[in-house]
């Protein structure tokens, strides 16, 4: 079993829906979330990056962290055709220790 | 616009050549990673390193991949021989380590080997 799970998907949606992504983990040592988004053919970039529990909001943009749960999310609120995309979750425990990804879930948002 | 570096950006070679992978890492970020990525596997950890130093490369298949930091300014993949499983876009990302940690993507080497 991996450390950390990502339903890779696709997810298809109509423009203007609230989309959700969301990762569960085991390791529970792991204390730093993020939120990478992947286009075609590019590398990852970051998106959002939280540190434990909690909410964090950034524009159309919201990451949710459930540490009791083992489990992380991202919403999206009105997504656009330029989300369309893989997103892929990342976490680490802190300190030097490596960053360990999920496989992505690709979103497709449908004009 | 400070990014990280990667060459060449698409490389197909024949089954049992040497392949090497560069990457300049975003100047001042002291961590290099090394990650490969398959539809099948996601992205996969091969090696990273602190200050040029090797951290792990537990990751990495140790008789055909090598991974160097011949300075602060340049990373090295190499695999020698090549195989067609080693077949999959390997990215290289740089960080500034402590606890709030970020790592930033190059663009990636898509290999293909036949």
């Known amino acids: 079993q991996k450390e950390v799970e990502q339903d890779p998907g696709p997810l298809s949606v109509p423009e203007g829906a609230i989309v959700s992504l969301n990762c569960t983990y085991s390791n529970s040592a792991f204390q730093y979330f993020m939120w990478y988004r992947q286009y075609s053919r590019k590398g990852p970039e970051l998106l959002m990056y939280t540190y434990s529990s909690g909410n964090k909001e950034d524009g159309r943009f919201t990451a949710q962290v459930d540490k009791s749960s083992k489990y992380i999310s991202l919403f999206i609120r009105d997504s656009q055709p330029c989300d369309s995309a893989t997103f892929l979750c990342a976490m680490h425990s802190g300190g030097y220790q490596k960053v360990t990804f999920g496989t992505g879930t690709k979103l497709q948002v449908i004009p | ?114």
């Open chain 2, 1 to 114: 616009d400070a990014r990280v570096t990667q060459t060449p950006r698409d490389k197909v070679t024949e089954m049992g050549q040497e392949v090497t992978m560069r990457c300049q890492p975003i100047l001042g970020h002291n961590t290099v990673f090394w990650y490969r990525q398959t539809m099948k596997q996601g992205l996969e950890l091969l090696a990273y390193f602190r200050n040029r130093a090797p951290l792990d490369d537990s990751g990495m298949p140790k008789d055909r991949f090598s991974a160097e930091m011949p300075d602060a300014t340049l990373a090295t993949l190499k695999i020698q021989p090549s195989e067609p499983r080693d077949s999959a876009v390997y990215f290289c990302a740089s960080g500034l380590w402590g606890g709030d940690t970020q790592a930033f993507f190059g663009q990636g080497t898509r290999l293909t080997v036949v």
